[in-house]
């Protein structure tokens, strides 16, 4: 068989720094086993922290949900939080250094990712396997300014993922399948249903308007609880809006006044058309433009906290 000259294999991939297993390297060189079990089965627990001015925004809620999820998959948490805040911020130096980009506030994004180890291929769990640890950073991909003022388009889909989804894991196929359900059909993104109840988006929250109040479904095992839902409650207390945490059905998403997608790189984008039917006016409502204004106050704290 001819070997593949790795330059051919990975031409758009950029020599940005990375961490791996106690190395600092960059995303060209870095290598993990083949029989790694993030590669062979998902066996991984991952986690994205935004980062504005190269100050990490809301990092010990998202180490949180990290730890949450390790200890659920059974994997040892590798470092303590003190060290994982010390590795992002290196991270995020280094990108900065690597990748120097203007226009505004700086954003990047954090990513880390522990899987339980590399080992022989075997479903079952092995229990003494060292974890391995990457981290990267790199920018973050935020919607335009003129998507967050004429708003997006969304399509919706039957949840076909398993029930697990409050579990941060790298077995994403399912969320892989949904986005490419927008891809293809040209709009932002798909916001999923299971059984007429709403879930999530492929890769964000979702989150209903009604008559001033803010709606999301409750936190459960069937959706990822989104680091912006504690955001989210703390900017409608300040706003003086009702924040609502129940079922939500597909009847009333399509009926909302407003919808709107929260993520680390949305950060809050609205909905303005659902499967081609308009949301409300067909325009980023009123309750939207409260929220997104609190959260850039937030983000502004952020980046002004002194060194």
């Known amino acids: 068989m001819m070997n593949t000259p790795l330059s051919r294999i990975t031409p758009a991939i950029p020599a940005w720094p990375c961490y791996l297993n106690g ?50 998959m059974r994997i040892s948490n590798p470092l ?30 954090v990513y ?9 291929r075997e479903h079952a769990m092995p229990s003494d396997l060292a974890p391995t640890v990457f981290g990267m950073a790199n920018r973050m991909p935020v919607p335009s300014p003129e998507q967050r003022r004429q708003g997006v388009e969304c399509i919706s889909a039957e949840d076909f993922r398993w029930r697990m989804a409050h579990l941060k894991s790298t077995s994403l196929l399912g969320a892989v399948f949904s986005k490419q359900l927008s891809v293809d059909a040209g709009v932002a993104d798909t916001i999923m249903f299971r059984d007429n ?8 929250n979702v989150w209903i308007v009604k008559s001033g109040r803010v709606i999301g479904v409750p936190k459960s095992h069937l959706a990822l609880e989104g680091i912006r839902y504690s955001l989210l409650e703390t900017i409608c207390q300040d706003e003086g809006l009702p924040f609502v945490l129940r079922e939500v059905t597909r009847a009333e998403v399509f009926d909302a006044d407003e919808v709107i997608l929260s ?25 939207f433009k409260r929220l997104y204004a609190g959260y850039e106050r937030a983000v502004a704290r952020t980046a002004a906290v002194p060194d």
């Open 263 to 287: 993520s680390a790189v949305k950060e809050l984008l609205p909905v303005v058309q659902l499967d081609r039917q308009r949301i409300g006016t067909g325009q980023p409502g009123g309750v």
């Open 112 to 120: 880390f990712q522990v899987s339980r180890g590399a080992a022989m």
């Open 197 to 204: 109840l709403l879930s999530e988006a492929s890769a964000s």
């Open 23 to 72: 190395e600092f390297s960059n995303l060209r060189e870095a290598r993990v086993s083949v029989l790694d079990r993030a590669f062979l089965f998902g066996d991984a627990i991952y986690d994205v922290v935004p980062a504005y001015d190269g100050r990490l925004f809301l990092f010990d809620q998202h180490m949180a949900r990290l730890e949450r999820g390790l200890v659920e």
């Open 80 to 109: 303590t939080r003190a060290a994982w805040r010390e590795l992002a911020e290196e991270l995020l130096a280094q990108h900065a250094v690597a990748d120097p980009h203007d226009g505004g506030v700086r954003r990047q994004l």
